[in-house]
């Protein structure tokens, strides 16, 4: 069902004053571009006709940002199902790095340098833990995925992780398991090595002249970063692979906010619902359009960042060396990959033919004409391509 309200209803009211801010970074703008045209005439499209009654209807393209609300569910489907190959018969664990608040500017300021760090120090504090014999001694794995944000939009940058429950030896070609099956490693050492890693890296970072700050503040910084916990939370294992795909839907492919959160939309307040963690609730917040769209688009990602990575025998060079070893020891084959059909995937999931005319509930719709980009107001768009005086909907 569509939402009665989009953040491109949000982006629209201030889109003109946006787009003439000079400091706004031009990934951004081109993100409020693409939402405002996400599925318009402005991209042009597809006009589909019903063999049966002959009824049409008009598929306007996407804009295929990674930061648009409605643009994300193949790409997400089609992510978990290249994943379901990798998934092994153990149980997962979800670590959460987070930073401190003191940190947020500068990672507003030198965001790519920030979240580059936050990805490193994460892998080499699982990768340092897990080859120590002390805790592990072998070769293990880490899926990474950035987020953010908060439920509120507010700015809270941290890294969701799924982690296997052991790891691989090569010299043996098996398998082994941590002494302590319920835990992968203490918390407290996985965050005291944690923040040393991190701001080794920031403190490089610095010296390179990659983060552009006043060596007294930033000092002053790096102090009260040094007696700051770096809170990491990890959970308890999943139960199977099922689990971990079902889990990692929730947080791959995501945007701050989806348009369904969204309540009521105004020139004077833009209100939606968020889960409010400290008593597991939902609730109403409310904003001014200009707030909203701040909180929104301070999220949008430095242009080609991968905000989703894969490392240790994940990755893609060492996935070919090391996984049809662990998978012969686990007696398993791997899978050959699926490709999406977002057509299928509806029938299976929702019951319903998205290819079935709305109209006759008998004919399949298919193409018969497309669509270039136009300007101009939608219905006038759509006139220059009638065929036979065929009324075509314009709300598809």
């Not at 295929?64 to 193949?74: A, D, F, G, L, T």
């Not at 920030?114 to 070769?139: E, N, R």
Request: glycine share 2%; proline share 7%; charged share 20%.
């Amino acid at each position: 069902m569509r939402p009665q309200w989009e953040v491109a209803d949000v982006l629209h009211l201030v889109a003109e004053q946006l787009k003439e801010d000079p400091s706004l970074p031009q990934v951004v703008k081109k993100t409020i571009t693409d939402i405002l045209q996400c599925r318009t005439s402005a991209l042009g499209g597809h006009l589909l006709e019903c063999p049966n009654c002959k009824y049409t209807v008009i598929s306007y393209n996407s804009c295929r940002n990674r930061h648009c609300p409605k643009c994300q569910y193949s790409k997400r489907e089609q992510w978990l199902l290249d994943r379901s190959v990798d998934v092994l018969p153990v149980r997962y664990f979800h670590v959460v790095f987070t930073l401190p608040h003191l940190l947020n500017p500068v990672a507003k300021a030198f965001p790519r340098v920030v979240y580059h760090a936050l990805f490193h120090a994460a892998w080499m504090t699982i990768q340092t833990l897990s080859m120590d014999p002390k805790w592990l001694g072998a070769h293990s794995a880490m899926i990474a995925l950035l987020h953010t944000w908060g439920q509120n939009l507010s700015f809270h940058p941290h890294l969701h992780c799924i982690i296997p429950q052991g790891g691989f030896v090569p010299q043996l070609n098996r398998w082994v398991y941590a002494y302590h099956r319920k835990m992968l490693f203490p918390v407290r050492v996985i965050s005291a090595l944690y923040r040393r890693f991190f701001l080794d890296l920031l403190q490089q970072a610095f010296s390179n002249k990659q983060i552009l700050w006043s060596l007294t503040d930033w000092n002053t910084l790096m102090q009260k970063a040094q007696s700051k916990s770096f809170n990491v939370f990890a959970k308890l294992p999943f139960t199977g692979p099922h689990k971990v795909l079902e889990y990692l839907s929730r947080y791959s492919h995501r945007v701050a906010i989806t348009n369904q959160r969204l309540i009521h939309v105004s020139k004077e307040s833009v209100q939606f619902s968020y889960r409010d963690y400290r008593d597991n609730s939902s609730k109403t917040m409310s904003l001014n359009p200009w707030e909203f769209a701040r909180r929104f688009l301070q999220h949008v990602l430095p242009k080609g960042f991968a905000k989703i990575r894969h490392y240790g025998f994940l990755s893609n060079k060492a996935k070919e060396v090391y996984m049809p070893a662990i998978l012969a020891f686990f007696e398993r084959r791997r899978p050959a990959k699926i490709r999406f059909d977002l057509i299928e995937h509806f029938i299976n999931i929702f019951n319903t033919d998205l290819s079935i005319c709305p109209h006759c509930h008998k004919g399949k719709l298919l193409p018969i004409a497309q669509l270039p980009p136009a300007r101009g107001d939608p219905s006038c768009i759509i006139s220059r391509h009638l065929l036979n005086n065929i009324s075509i909907p314009i709300d598809f």
